[in-house]
């Protein structure tokens, strides 16, 4: 019988809404229960596409035995962490100050305060590395409780201290300058691995957000090194296991430093950063690889990720179905040499194998191997290898598919349509553009209230009960400035500046400048969760930091750009000591340095000669660049303001910092002055 999960909307809670435990969703109710019955909590946090939270489900949580004990002496809450990364982020907090480690499935002991007294991450059904089992600790924990609460009381209120104590205040510090991006390049450099590319070992996480820094600061200064880290890290990647050789897109991450062997499942977030950065590099080298990826990744997240509604779903899991009934990682993607003799035949087989690095031994696991481009060097056949590619692709169709996670969240579409939108742009795709549009539209119409609060998910056009984050204001309101830039409507700079506005007066310390990840009248939790680093996605806060100065340069907005530099405290704090983890801060931190430019593009709209100053505008790598286009008596944009036609041609004008450039209708002289 279903337990109180089968009426949620996340797909993750959904997938436990069959088991014998008797799960709450996070509510005051659950709370109010444990209060009544006086019993700890047990905290799941996870989410659908997560392979070790399907081993801990399938091992402890569809067992009848495990369930009744966990019925008898617990409230049992299960938490999407997509839904709730303010829960998520609070208690991870207090799992990684415990235990020096977090990571997902995240479990956590509460008392009926909310308070955290015991921590771990995945438990196993019977003890195994020296870890105890899932039972052991359960009745470990309820002994404790029963036994000794009072010092269960003591612990906890100790964590809540410790937690309270983490404030940042970063935000009256000053702007990062020259120097501090430099010693951020250099920390890079020194984490660089040279012989494969990104940072540091294994795993490997693709580092898309660094990336979009070294290319900006090669933009500003010239410097060869970052250009160089960018694009052999950017090859490297795409030469991999970690990008799907045959369909596009990139797993979440590579278990080896090599990026042969990926972590499978495939995150809408990670692809639209990736997608936005191969774009940016084929910008700034004309790279054929780069603008393959780039398209290639667009195409993946509109053909497999686009939802009926419009939006884009989260996620493609990690396991599926081998064809034996076994669910297995990687099964969907890996190849054995047997398998392309029976798609290919013998002598195509011979050449896929080559080409994609398929071995007798294998890659992967049981003598299947990830697809791979090892070969840099050799001519190939260029027709025979499409044939070869689109055969495997469509062999692998008949194969049982991942599941998807349809759940549309806030801030990853809005990631999604600044990436479609700017490559649709640049590679004369109307069509990406449109699946931009489509995201933009759905995210206004169903996730925005008439007050213009954004609420963090939907699914199936059903919009979810949880308030938008931080990263869901600021990454929306990115996406719609870069569709203000790509299609000149004014109506999108007009929903970022509604968005910013709750940043400013909800996520704001109004002292301090300092930001936090949830709004000033969101759900109390034991902490107010606030963080500043770059992950998987950019920061709230670093993402806010940059969308806050982009509109300020769209529409001269003082208070947000004041609100953009005192953001930026803290990247000057955190850029030189530890640059992989503040990516988009880096990179907004070099806009700011360069102004960032503004280009205006007056003209009539279907003029041929506005149309090439608007794509030379859009394809300048000065960092941060914002574009506004349209007619001479245009009042869409602001920056259009005021700015007349020379000689009755279309004409730009390129201002920064208080100061403008002479106009110009020449779009060589455009390009050279959104160079360096």
């Keep these: 019988m279903p337990n ?37 909590v047990l905290l799941s946090v996870g989410y659908s596409s997560c392979h070790w939270c399907h081993v801990m489900a399938h091992e402890s949580f569809e067992d009848q035995e495990t369930a009744d004990y966990l019925n008898a002496h617990f409230v049992s809450v299960k938490v999407d962490r997509e839904e709730r990364p303010d829960v998520d982020a609070v208690y991870m907090e207090a799992v990684q100050a415990a235990t020096g480690q977090g990571g997902w499935p995240m479990t956590v002991f509460l008392t009926p305060d909310a308070e955290p007294f015991y921590f771990g991450t995945y438990f196993p059904p019977a003890p195994r590395h020296g870890s105890p089992s899932f039972r052991q600790v359960l009745e470990g924990v309820h002994s404790a409780w029963t036994d000794r609460r009072d010092e269960v009381a003591e612990v906890a209120e100790k964590i809540v201290r410790d937690l309270a104590g983490r404030e940042i205040a970063f935000g009256d510090t000053e702007v990062p300058g020259e120097e501090d991006l430099a010693g951020a390049l250099l920390g890079l450099t020194r984490d ?65 430093r090599e990026w042969v062997v990926p972590h499978f499942e495939k995150m809408l977030y990670d692809n639209a950063l990736l997608c936005r950065v191969y774009a940016h590099l084929w910008r700034s080298t004309g790279s054929d690889l780069a603008r393959r990826v780039a398209l290639e990744t667009a195409d993946f997240m509109v053909r497999e990720l686009r939802t009926n509604e419009g939006g884009f779903a989260s996620a493609l899991d990690a ?19 047997a398998q392309l003799v029976e798609v290919l035949g013998e002598q195509d087989a011979e050449l896929a194998a080559d080409y994609f690095g398929v071995t007798e031994e294998g890659t992967f696991e049981e003598g299947a191997s990830v697809l791979q481009l090892p070969q840099s060097e050799g001519v190939f056949d260029a027709e025979r290898i499409a044939s070869i590619r689109a055969r495997l692709l469509e062999a692998r169709g008949e194969r049982p598919a991942p599941g998807r996670d349809d759940k549309v ?6 990631l999604a349509v600044a990436a479609l939108a700017e490559t649709g742009a640049y590679f004369d795709r109307p069509d990406l553009i449109e699946a931009a549009l489509g995201a933009a539209d759905l995210l206004v119409r ?48 007009e929903f970022a500046g509604f968005l910013l506005d709750h940043v400013l007066v909800q996520f704001t310390d109004e002292e301090s400048g300092t930001l936090y990840d949830t709004a000033a009248d969101a759900e109390k939790l034991i902490r107010r969760p606030q963080d500043p680093t770059d992950n998987a996605t950019p920061s709230g806060w ?57 280009v205006a593009v007056v ?24 574009v506004a286009v349209g007619a001479p008596d245009s009042d869409e944009l602001p920056l259009l303001a005021e700015r007349l036609l020379v ?30």
């Excluded at 933009?219 to 596009?248: F, K, N």
């Design 4 to 40: 109180r999960l089968a009426h949620e909307t996340s797909p993750y809670l959904l997938q436990h809404a069959d088991n014998p435990v008797d799960w709450w969703p996070w509510s005051a109710e659950a709370f109010e229960e444990a209060r009544k019955s006086g019993k700890p």
């Design 192 to 256: 660089y691995d040279a012989g494969h590319g990104g940072f540091g070992g294994a795993p490997k996480f693709p580092p898309s957000m660094a990336i979009e820094f070294l290319l900006r600061h090669h933009a500003r200064t010239g410097s060869e090194g970052a250009l160089q880290m960018a694009a052999d890290t950017c090859e490297r990647m795409a030469r991999g296991g970690i990008y799907d050789q045959l369909g596009g897109g990139f797993a979440r991450y590579s278990v080896d």
């Design 319 to 337: 396991d599926s179905d081998d064809g034996s009934g076994r669910h297995v990682e990687g099964a969907y993607y890996v190849w054995t040499p």
């Design 409 to 414: 969240v806030a801030a990853w579409n809005g």
């Design 446 to 493: 169903l996730h925005l209230d008439e007050h213009a609060r954004l609420a963090r998910t939907s699914k199936d056009g059903r919009v979810g009960a949880n308030a938008g984050v931080l990263e869901d204001y600021a990454d929306v309101s990115e996406g719609f400035l870069a569709l203000a830039s790509v299609t000149g409507e004014g109506v999108w700079l």
């Design 542 to 598: 670093s993402a806010a930091a940059g969308a806050l100065l982009s509109y300020a340069a769209q529409t001269g907005a003082e208070p947000h750009r004041a609100a953009a530099e005192r953001a930026l405290g803290v990247v000057k704090a955190l850029g030189p000591r530890a640059p992989r983890f503040i990516g988009w801060g880096l990179a907004t931190a070099e806009a700011l340095l360069d102004g960032p430019r503004e």
């Design 603 to 626: 003209g009539p709209v279907d003029d041929p000669a506005t149309k090439e100053l608007h794509r030379a505008a859009l394809l300048a790598t000065a960092p941060g660049a914002v």
């Design 647 to 676: 000689s009755g041609e279309p004409t730009a004008y390129v201002c920064r910092n208080f100061t403008c450039d002479a106009p110009t209708t020449d779009v060589d002289r455009l390009r050279e002055a959104l160079g360096r």
